[in-house]
């Protein structure tokens, strides 16, 4: 008897039972597996007394030397059947299993013995070594190489014995040959053969001595149990997993999400959904399976510090295509437009800065701008993300917008103080010649309209709400319309910068063609619960001009998880807590440096605890410097760097100080759009966690008390 792998076909894997042993006329081949792992040449072993020591294997007394040996050349048969396939002979696996064993694993020549219970064990973690195609093409091959075994001659079968006592079915006919082909997990290019819910497939043991008798004999028809469910299997794959690096943890693609990297779209199309639903992984599988195919492909993001990281993550992915993919920031990319054209000297962010603060001197500090309690600041992120972001021309645009993202509601006076401040600021600029962040944008946008190159088949935009409206503009450039061409990805609800647009305002439609992932992969439910916590009171737009509630219905995929909230009385006490902590998970709990992170909200913050882990013998490594490289150290970076990171277990310290208390002269209104958009930074900072989070809570106390929050 044996438990083999169902219930996989979203996993990509498929079962094939009991099939043709090729050149032979009855001898059958148990199972062969076939998934992104490899092909699995199985033969099963239902011994009472089976061992392995000095190197061969032992059925009780026996030497089950030949055993081995039938294998082999059963595998060898399978070799030739796939060789037309272009498959490696390397890629095909025989495992021999023992049922009802576990904790068995030895390799004997070429063939792998290992327990029942050790099977899934054994193949996932070879990980996704066939693409999808390869796989249907090797399925194809072996439905003609390798048939299912014909059903027509009566006989006896030995009964499967199932975990639990089970009471044998009652006689039947015979199963007819159409039945027990609907057994075999179908291929994904015929959906219309996929069982009926609730089926179980199973797998038969070897067939015994027909018996003699003048009558025909009916099979005795096999007990059927859950051999593993497909939860079972998920479970397995994230504990598997879970095990590695956090860095290969970044790149795992959950079973039900292995087709939308290959999905193909008649144009522009959106992948959205909550922290931790999986959508960079995706979007990482998606630039793998284009490049594969010959695309060039654009995968670009905000932030700086993200480029090397994806471009490391892909060399271990797929180091065949990634040189296919190019992984730059949108400023990068629009810079090199320049570049081309002989413009990118105009480039001169400081000097543009120095413009605006003339303009404010001159236009904004005696008008009615500062009696609404807002900085300086704000009013040139108005400048640079509402008004120069959208690329509007005109006061009329500017009275009549919506200005998504922005709180403050801003009179027609205002506006008409804002538009006169945001003029007199592109005079003093264009005299002096100069362009700033938002005109470089602009113009490289009207620089690819004007070309026509095609210098990209396809372009995935990561963490799209962080972008302006003119810079996705930019990049919907460089593909347009075309099928496969744009895919955008994010989540407005952890939108971290100041500003927003919709995509209609960028010109970007994806009706029909949006994608909405509504299961975290990442983070463990009480991670999960914390961080909705944070924002649950606050409203949120996803693009598309909709305010959305903050507490949104997210099914969480892993239980359990870890949240301390550590209440200390000064900071001393603090670093101690946190060093602490890092320590113990590294001794106690065996934790790898490199899978913690110390996420703070400033870089002067970041600075502060680099030295506090340094005095402490801590490993450290800043986010501005990490490039996705397996350094064993503890990363130390702002909220902003560690967007779209995975760490296994995060501190926050100075959880409670976060969002920043009311300033004074700050307006209601000012303070809660401040708070909000801080809000929404600590949300992507704990979401970020994996599996445990640390938040220090500095208060006025007699002494520190650590609690856990459950």
Same mark, same amino acid.
């Given at each position: 008897?044996?438990?083999?792998?169902?219930?996989?076909?979203?996993?990509?894997?498929?079962?094939?039972?009991?099939?043709?042993?090729?050149?032979?006329?009855?001898?059958?081949?148990?199972?062969?597996?076939?998934?992104?792992?490899?092909?699995?040449?199985?033969?099963?072993?239902?011994?009472?007394?089976?061992?392995?020591?000095?190197?061969?294997?032992?059925?009780?007394?026996?030497?089950?030397?030949?055993?081995?040996?039938?294998?082999?050349? !059963?595998?060898?048969?399978?070799?030739?059947?796939?060789?037309?396939?272009?498959?490696? +002979?390397?890629?095909?696996?025989?495992?021999?299993?023992?049922?009802?064993?576990?904790? @068995?694993?030895?390799?004997?020549?070429?063939?792998?013995?290992?327990?029942?219970?050790?099977?899934?064990?054994?193949?996932?973690?070879?990980?996704?070594?066939?693409?999808?195609?390869?796989?249907?093409?090797?399925?194809?091959?072996?439905?003609?190489?390798? +048939?299912?075994?014909?059903?027509?001659?009566?006989?006896?079968?030995?009964?499967?014995?199932?975990?639990?006592?089970?009471?044998?079915?009652?006689?039947?006919?015979?199963?007819?040959?159409?039945?027990?082909?609907?057994?075999?997990?179908?291929?994904?290019?015929?959906? /219309?053969?996929?069982?009926?819910?609730?089926?179980?497939?199973?797998?038969?043991?070897?067939?015994?001595?027909?018996?003699?008798?003048?009558?025909?004999?009916?099979?005795?028809?096999?007990?059927?149990?859950?051999?593993?469910?497909?939860?079972?299997?998920?479970? %397995?794959?994230?504990?598997?997993?879970?095990?590695?690096?956090?860095?290969?943890?970044?790149?795992? *693609?959950?079973?039900?999400?292995?087709?939308?990297?290959? =999905?193909?779209?008649?144009?522009?199309?959106?992948?959205?959904?909550?922290?931790?639903?999986?959508?960079?992984?995706?979007?990482?599988?998606?630039?793998?399976?284009?490049?594969?195919?010959?695309?060039?492909?654009? $995968?670009?993001?905000?932030?700086?510090?993200?480029?090397?990281?994806?471009?490391?993550?892909?060399?271990?992915?797929?180091?065949?295509?990634?040189?296919?993919?190019? &992984?730059?920031?949108?400023?990068?990319?629009?810079?090199?437009?320049?570049? %081309?054209?002989?413009?990118?000297?105009?480039?001169?962010?400081?000097? /543009?800065?120095?413009? &605006?603060?003339?303009?404010?001197?001159?236009?904004?500090?005696?008008?009615?701008?500062?009696?609404?309690?807002?900085?300086?600041?704000?009013?040139?992120?108005?400048?640079?993300?509402?008004?120069?972001?959208?690329?509007?021309?005109? $006061? %009329? !645009?500017?009275?009549?917008?919506?200005?998504?993202?922005?709180?403050?509601?801003?009179?027609?006076?205002?506006?008409?103080?804002?538009?006169?401040?945001?003029?007199?600021?592109?005079?003093?600029?264009?005299?002096?010649?100069?362009?700033?962040?938002?005109?470089?944008?602009? *113009?490289?946008?009207?620089?690819?309209?004007?070309?026509?190159?095609?210098?990209?088949?396809?372009? @995935?935009?990561?963490?799209?709400?962080? *972008?302006?409206? /003119?810079?996705?503009?930019?990049?919907?450039?460089?593909?347009?319309?075309?099928?496969?061409?744009? *895919?955008?990805?994010?989540?407005? !609800?952890?939108?971290?910068?100041?500003?927003?647009?919709?995509? /209609?305002?960028?010109?970007?439609?994806?009706?029909?063609?949006?994608?909405?992932?509504?299961?975290?992969?990442?983070?463990?439910?009480?991670?999960?619960?914390?961080?909705?916590?944070?924002?649950?009171? #606050?409203? $949120?737009? #996803?693009?598309?001009?909709?305010?959305?509630?903050?507490?949104?219905?997210?099914?969480?995929?892993?239980?359990?998880?870890?949240?301390?909230? $550590?209440?200390?009385?000064?900071?001393?006490?603090?670093?101690?807590?946190?060093?602490?902590?890092?320590?113990?998970?590294?001794?106690?709990?065996?934790?790898?440096?490199?899978?913690?992170?110390?996420?703070?909200?400033?870089?002067?913050?970041?600075?502060?605890?680099?030295?506090?882990?340094?005095?402490?013998?801590?490993?450290?490594?800043?986010? =501005?410097?990490?490039?996705?490289?397996?350094?064993?150290?503890?990363?130390?970076?702002? &909220?902003?760097?560690?967007?779209?990171?995975?760490?296994?277990?995060?501190?926050?310290?100075?959880?409670?100080?976060?969002?920043?208390?009311?300033?004074?002269?700050?307006?209601?209104?000012?303070?809660? %759009?401040?708070?909000?958009?801080?809000?929404? !930074?600590?949300?992507?900072?704990?979401?970020?966690?994996?599996?445990?989070?640390?938040?220090?809570?500095?208060?006025?106390?007699?002494?520190?008390?650590?609690?856990?929050?459950?």
């Amino acid at each position: 008897m044996t438990r083999v792998l169902v219930g996989m076909d979203d996993a990509g894997w498929h079962v094939l039972p009991d099939r043709r042993w090729p050149g032979s006329r009855r001898a059958n081949i148990d199972v062969i597996l076939v998934g992104p792992g490899g092909v699995f040449v199985i033969d099963v072993k239902n011994w009472r007394e089976a061992s392995v020591h000095d190197g061969r294997l032992w059925r009780g007394d026996a030497d089950a030397e030949d055993d081995l040996g039938k294998l082999v050349r !059963q595998t060898v048969a399978v070799e030739e059947v796939l060789a037309e396939a272009g498959l490696p +002979p390397t890629e095909v696996v025989p495992l021999l299993v023992l049922a009802g064993r576990r904790g @068995i694993r030895a390799s004997l020549d070429r063939v792998i013995v290992i327990g029942e219970d050790d099977l899934v064990r054994e193949v996932v973690p070879r990980g996704a070594r066939l693409a999808p195609e390869i796989v249907e093409r090797l399925l194809s091959c072996l439905e003609q190489g390798c +048939p299912p075994m014909p059903r027509t001659e009566a006989l006896a079968r030995q009964p499967v014995r199932p975990r639990t006592a089970t009471p044998p079915p009652p006689a039947g006919p015979a199963v007819p040959p159409a039945a027990v082909e609907a057994r075999r997990i179908p291929s994904r290019r015929d959906p /219309a053969s996929s069982p009926a819910p609730g089926w179980t497939p199973t797998i038969e043991v070897e067939p015994a001595q027909p018996v003699q008798s003048a009558q025909p004999v009916q099979p005795v028809q096999p007990v059927q149990e859950t051999l593993m469910t497909r939860e079972e299997l998920w479970r %397995e794959l994230l504990d598997a997993a879970a095990r590695e690096p956090i860095e290969s943890w970044m790149t795992w *693609l959950h079973p039900t999400q292995a087709r939308l990297p290959g =999905r193909r779209f008649s144009g522009p199309a959106r992948i959205r959904g909550a922290a931790g639903t999986g959508k960079t992984v995706v979007a990482l599988h998606r630039a793998k399976y284009l490049a594969a195919r010959g695309d060039r492909v654009l $995968f670009t993001s905000l932030v700086r510090t993200l480029g090397p990281v994806y471009r490391q993550l892909m060399t271990t992915m797929a180091p065949d295509q990634v040189d296919r993919v190019e &992984f730059a920031t949108v400023h990068a990319v629009a810079t090199r437009c320049l570049r %081309e054209h002989g413009l990118e000297r105009r480039h001169q962010q400081d000097a /543009a800065e120095t413009c &605006f603060w003339r303009a404010w001197a001159q236009a904004g500090k005696g008008s009615v701008l500062p009696g609404l309690g807002l900085s300086p600041q704000y009013w040139k992120e108005e400048i640079g993300t509402v008004i120069k972001g959208r690329g509007l021309t005109t $006061f %009329e !645009q500017y009275a009549k917008l919506a200005r998504i993202g922005r709180r403050t509601p801003l009179p027609a006076g205002h506006r008409r103080a804002v538009w006169d401040l945001y003029e007199l600021y592109e005079r003093l600029r264009t005299e002096r010649g100069i362009l700033d962040r938002d005109d470089v944008l602009l *113009l490289a946008a009207e620089l690819v309209r004007a070309d026509g190159r095609a210098r990209y088949d396809a372009v @995935i935009v990561d963490e799209v709400q962080d *972008l302006t409206c /003119a810079g996705l503009r930019l990049l919907h450039a460089f593909v347009g319309d075309r099928p496969d061409g744009l *895919l955008v990805v994010g989540d407005g !609800q952890q939108s971290i910068y100041p500003g927003g647009f919709t995509l /209609a305002e960028a010109g970007v439609s994806v009706v029909g063609r949006s994608t909405v992932l509504t299961r975290n992969y990442r983070n463990r439910e009480r991670i999960v619960r914390y961080a909705q916590a944070v924002v649950a009171d #606050d409203s $949120f737009d #996803d693009l598309d001009g909709v305010q959305e509630t903050g507490s949104r219905a997210v099914d969480v995929d892993q239980p359990g998880g870890d949240v301390y909230e $550590f209440a200390v009385a000064s900071a001393t006490a603090q670093e101690k807590a946190l060093c602490d902590h890092l320590v113990a998970l590294h001794t106690a709990r065996r934790v790898r440096y490199r899978d913690m992170a110390v996420l703070v909200p400033t870089n002067a913050a970041v600075a502060y605890w680099s030295r506090v882990l340094a005095r402490r013998g801590i490993p450290v490594v800043s986010l =501005r410097d990490y490039d996705g490289s397996g350094d064993e150290a503890v990363k130390i970076g702002t &909220f902003h760097r560690a967007k779209s990171l995975d760490f296994g277990h995060v501190c926050v310290p100075d959880r409670n100080r976060f969002p920043e208390p009311r300033r004074p002269a700050e307006s209601a209104e000012a303070f809660s %759009e401040r708070a909000q958009l801080e809000r929404r !930074q600590l949300y992507v900072a704990i979401t970020r966690a994996r599996d445990s989070l640390w938040a220090g809570m500095r208060e006025e106390l007699g002494a520190d008390r650590p609690c856990a929050s459950t």
